[in-house]
């Protein structure tokens, strides 16, 4: 499975948007790029996901680059609960579900 | 309609005791996989059932195993605890079907601490 990196920690003014990056410089063409989060200790929350067209839901945006090798997780007005450890994981679609997780970018919004 | 729930919730334990948390998924979900998560760091995968046998598994010891069950719940074992085992244990299921990437949802884990 691809690996991925991410910066250790970002801040972000509440109201603002918050831009999380996320490289996957190896990532083939079946795997699909996923984001979760997680708020202190809690179960990891399940974001978004894309394979390679940019996707959107009530809670993000996820835009793929063309080549597929970095994506950006967008919280579009970042409120002091979007507070958490943000995690990039890319995942072979057809082998089974196991998710490699990294360390993640800590994000922590601003007041 | 319920999530993932994860019994019990926090477990204490002595070195060389044996342990067994259990997991319930979501509904429609008959997919269960289990991560260990250590103090600051990322979820490490542990193992996967599916239609009652694991599927794959990670870089974990024969000390770690697990069950699923006909109705699709899991448990997870572990025997001769080491004080390294200390962490939460999460359990995250999905489904074998739909063609969406089968996005795994995860419960509220188990806070293990061994003594």
């Known amino acids: 499975d691809a690996k991925t990196t991410q910066p250790p920690s970002m801040d972000c003014a509440e109201g603002r948007a918050a831009n999380l990056p996320c490289n996957h410089s190896?990532?083939?063409?079946?795997?699909?790029v996923y984001w979760y989060r997680q708020i202190h200790s809690q179960g990891p929350q399940y974001i978004i996901h894309?394979?390679?067209n940019n996707e959107t839901n009530e809670m993000a945006s996820l835009i793929i680059t063309e080549d597929r090798k970095s994506s950006t997780l967008i919280l579009p007005h970042a409120t002091l609960r979007d507070t958490a450890v943000y995690y990039c994981?890319?995942?072979?679609?057809?082998?089974?579900?196991?998710?490699?997780f990294g360390t993640g970018t800590s994000l922590t919004v601003i007041p | 309609d319920a999530g993932v729930t994860q019994s019990p919730t926090h477990l204490i334990k002595t070195r060389g005791q044996q342990v067994t948390l259990r997991c319930s998924p979501k509904?429609?979900?008959?997919?269960v996989s289990w991560y260990q998560q250590a103090l600051g760091q990322g979820p490490q995968f542990i193992f996967q059932?599916?239609?009652?046998?694991?599927?794959q598994r990670g870089n974990f010891p024969d000390r770690f195993s697990g069950h699923q069950f006909p109705n699709y719940s899991s448990e997870l074992n572990v025997n001769a605890l080491l004080l390294g085992d200390s962490a939460l244990y999460l359990c995250?299921?999905?489904?074998?079907?739909?063609?969406?990437?089968?996005?795994?949802?995860f419960g509220p884990g188990t806070r293990l601490l061994v003594l």
């Open positions: 995250a299921s999905s489904s074998k079907q739909g063609v969406s990437g089968k996005t795994q949802y």
């Open positions: 190896t990532i083939s063409g079946n795997e699909y």
């Open positions: 894309g394979l390679k």
């Open positions: 994981i890319v995942r072979l679609s057809l082998t089974g579900n196991q998710f490699y």
């Open positions: 509904s429609g979900h008959d997919t």
């Open positions: 059932y599916y239609e009652e046998e694991e599927r």
